[in-house]
């Protein structure tokens, strides 16, 4: 190899290289191909025609590279910088020496330069037709445009424009060296002819517009079986050059002997799309766990509360110490009118528009309103019905609720407690009629909001007493937070992403990744593809907010029927903070099939599963939320098979706020030699006045397939809400060896036994309101059910209008 070699000053975008290194070559060789996606060619000083240029191929002195449309060639040139060339380009590459030059004739480029592996006095430069940018050691994207836009260009008249991702480019225009300009990072300048213009900065989101027109929509070039292939010492080279490449803030994942990749940005580039490195997550609550002994800091508590170590029989979630709120003495006259006396604690914090904020709080729901005020029919005659609310207040005075609940409602028979408590004008518990009080137990609300401007924002939590100012009701807190959220891709402002490529957006094979969420899609905007969203292959995935989160008024749609999104192999955290699959649409119509009134949006189409587990094991908050949105589904929601392993933290599957989930599949939930925990909650529940539609089972166990539920049913129906299943509550399959374990304590001492199914009938609901036909357990030889006590019910019906049928009788 020619000394030149090693005078090469290149390095590659740590979102846009991945580094395959081959075997020394001959003299003339300058760099190699690594990445090649559609087609192109190169012009060899000794060919008399271009040549198709392949994966893996040498690029040697003066070759002239030339690109097809919706292309996209990468070359790695001596280790120490990558030339990515998008479509319509052409180029070619020279050595002198101490001196690289790229000559871009046409189209755009972007060049990654390693300053830390430069020798002293090497430079490398981009020559346009009528412009010079010198590398100092940096990333920067150049792109010339002739007036007629041939490919080759000829002699059009040119126009450069460079744009600096990170370090300094030093531009001039060709004729005029004594005018030249230094390009920082965020930063753009164009060359007009022999003109040089003024440095303009650039927004980020311009930047990672930018970049992502540069990432391909395959991770390599060639096969697996190309890394395969190489020695033991290659591959150790390969990764020690990408460890050495990377920048410093971009974290890679390890897999053994295989490739350290950096964070992969998704596969094409529409509006808006976030590169890695991102924008840390970022806390924005002080204290939100309390650990003080009186109100913390950044707290602002209007009436009555304190700072508790226990309450009851109730501990801090984390740590020590839990916020308490109540309506107790203490509480305040509401200026709104909507209580009699109310409480609010509150904190401010800066936002800035269009930024998206992961909000979470563990909280526990008390009153001494429950149960004497609140009759067997869940009704309350006296009026008292105590209310909570958690709500996020924007810079403009936009209030977006998060989570309320109300005495009526809240509570079933087993969550009462006689322990005396006294805190903050809470007092309850004892042997008396009306001293025992009711709890939620702690829950856990998360949810994903979008500054609708740039100010200061405010986190409340209310608690409220309507009807009354003797029986107090209060707020236990703990684990607040506000996280800044940014996605790998984020389509606001009427953005919309189109893509008609069948490969999935978003594609991992091996090591491990950390984002926050792979796309997020604001109101106005909508997102269509014609593949997955994403697939991973033996990589461990950390994902904490979602998958997928379509905010209302935005749309996504897949036209693929392949599982949108499906992981094989590998151990993942993915929407643990909020879920996996977070839908939410806008407005209501009367629907005519059920008289309620439903949500008319469809957040989500696509045509296979949601989500499809291969041997792997994940674990999640909840793997589907809607919120006043529609969803059609033609295959299973949640498919797990190989092996997989899936604990959710709550609910799996959840609908609320008038949200409809028809589904045609053979089953909602299809287990298939898997295993699946659900470690607080039920498997779906419905509630808000929602429907579900299930044409097929609502879940399917086959071939030693295991599913345990802890404090929840496995059918959830709450707040007139309707639940319809035509096939089987519950179906077993294949070699048999399958188990249903439920523990939960809804029904008290014994469950209404409707069609052989225990039944807890809550706040209202009679038998009346369940209908469940013959073979409500199918196959029931295949598997078994096991029950934690006489009290466990399969299936939860609360209030006089929710209303269950389970196939026909």
Not at 479 to 508: A, E, H, I, M, Y
Request: proline share 5%; charged share 10%.
């Amino acid at each position: 190899m020619k000394p030149s070699w090693y005078r090469v000053v290149v390095a590659g975008m740590a979102v846009l290289m991945f580094p395959f290194l081959g075997s020394a070559q001959a003299a003339p060789e300058v760099g190699v191909v690594t990445t090649l996606q559609g087609e192109a060619t190169v012009a060899r000083v000794a060919s008399t025609a271009p040549l198709p240029l392949k994966f893996r191929d040498s690029i040697f002195e003066k070759d002239r590279i030339n690109t097809g449309e919706k292309s996209i060639v990468k070359v790695l040139m001596g280790g120490r910088a990558i030339v990515t060339v998008r479509e319509l380009s052409v180029l070619t590459i020279t050595e002198e020496v101490g001196r690289t030059v790229v000559n871009l004739e046409s189209g755009k480029i972007a060049v990654g330069v390693a300053k830390q592996r430069m020798k002293p006095g090497e430079t490398l430069e981009v020559h346009t037709p009528n412009a010079v940018a010198a590398v100092r050691g940096t990333v920067f994207v150049v792109e010339v445009t002739r007036q007629g836009a041939q490919v080759g260009g000829g002699n059009l008249p040119a126009s450069t424009q460079v744009s600096t991702i990170q370090g300094t480019v030093q531009v001039g225009a060709v004729g005029n060296p004594a005018n030249t300009a230094l390009v920082n990072a965020l930063q753009s300048v164009g060359v007009q002819g022999a003109n040089l213009l003024q440095v303009q900065n650039m927004t980020q989101q311009q930047m990672n517009q930018l970049v992502g027109t540069f990432v391909a929509n395959k991770q390599f070039g060639g096969s697996q079986a190309a890394w395969a292939g190489m020695s033991e010492q290659q591959k150790k080279q390969s990764v020690a050059l990408a460890a050495a490449l990377l920048p410093e803030n971009v974290k890679t994942g390890t897999n053994g002997n295989d490739l350290n990749l950096p964070l992969i940005v998704p596969k094409t580039g529409p509006p808006g799309p976030l590169t890695q490195p991102i924008e840390p997550t970022t806390e924005k609550i002080i204290n939100g766990g309390f650990e003080t002994a009186i109100f913390p800091p950044g707290w602002n508590l209007d009436g009555a509360g304190r700072v508790v170590g226990s309450f009851g029989q109730f501990t801090a979630p984390n740590g020590q110490f839990m916020g308490f709120i109540s309506t107790g003495p203490g509480s305040l006259p509401d200026p709104s009118g909507r209580f009699v006396q109310s409480t609010t604690l509150s904190q401010p914090f800066q936002v800035t528009a269009g930024t998206l904020y992961t909000v979470k709080a563990t909280y526990n729901f008390v009153s001494n309103e429950y149960p004497f005020w609140v009759n067997a029919a869940g009704d309350n005659p006296f009026k008292f019905n105590d209310t909570t609310d958690i709500r996020i207040k924007g810079p403009g005075g936009q209030t977006t609720q998060l989570s309320q609940l109300q005495v009526s409602g809240a509570f079933t028979p087993a969550q009462v407690s006689n322990q005396i408590v006294s805190v903050a004008g809470f007092s309850a518990g004892g042997d008396c009629p009306t001293c025992g009080w009711g709890y939620t137990g702690f829950k856990v609300v998360s949810f994903s909001w979008l500054a609708p401007s740039s100010g200061e924002a405010s986190l409340l939590f209310e608690i409220g007493d309507v009807g009354d100012a003797n029986f107090a009701s209060g707020l236990l807190l703990d684990d607040v937070s506000v996280l800044q959220d940014p996605p790998l891709f984020l389509l606001q402002g009427g953005k919309n992403l189109v893509r008609t490529s069948t490969d999935p957006l978003v594609q991992f094979t091996g090591g491990s990744a950390t984002f926050d969420s792979v796309l997020v899609v604001a109101p106005g905007s909508t997102a269509s593809l014609a593949g997955p969203l994403l697939h991973a292959t033996d990589t461990n995935l950390t994902v904490p907010t979602s998958l997928l989160t379509v905010l209302a008024g935005g749309s996504f749609a897949s036209s693929t029927t392949e599982p949108l999104v499906s992981v094989k192999g590998g151990t993942h955290a993915l929407g643990t903070d909020v879920a996996m699959f977070d839908l939410a649409g806008s407005g209501t119509g009367l629907d005519a099939d059920t008289g309620l009134m439903l949500a008319t949006t469809t957040a989500l189409k696509t045509g296979g599963s949601l989500f499809e587990s291969d041997g792997a094991t994940v674990k999640t908050n909840q793997v589907v939320r809607l919120d006043q949105a529609l969803l059609e589904a033609s295959a299973p929601l949640l498919h797990l098979k190989n092996g997989s392993q899936l604990t959710s933290a709550a609910d799996a599957i959840t609908l609320g706020g008038q949200s409809r989930l028809t589904s045609t599949a053979a089953s909602l939930v299809a287990l298939n030699a898997s295993r699946m925990l659900v470690s607080m909650g039920s498997l779906v529940n419905v509630s808000g006045g929602s429907v579900l539609n299930v044409a097929g089972n609502l879940v399917s166990l086959s071939n030693g397939s295991a599913l345990s539920l802890f404090n929840g049913s496995l059918l959830s129906v709450s707040g007139g809400s309707l639940a319809n299943i035509g096939g089987s509550l519950l179906s077993f399959g294949g070699s048999g060896g399958n188990l249903l374990s439920i523990s939960n304590n809804f029904c008290g001492s014994s469950c209404a036994m409707i069609g052989g199914v225990p039944v807890a009938l809550l706040n209202g609901a009679t038998a009346a309101n369940v209908s469940i036909g013959s073979g409500a357990i199918q196959n029931a030889n295949l598997g078994s059910v096991k029950l934690g006590t006489p009290g466990t019910a399969l299936i939860t019906v609360s209030g006089p209008a929710s209303k269950v049928t389970i196939g026909k009788k």
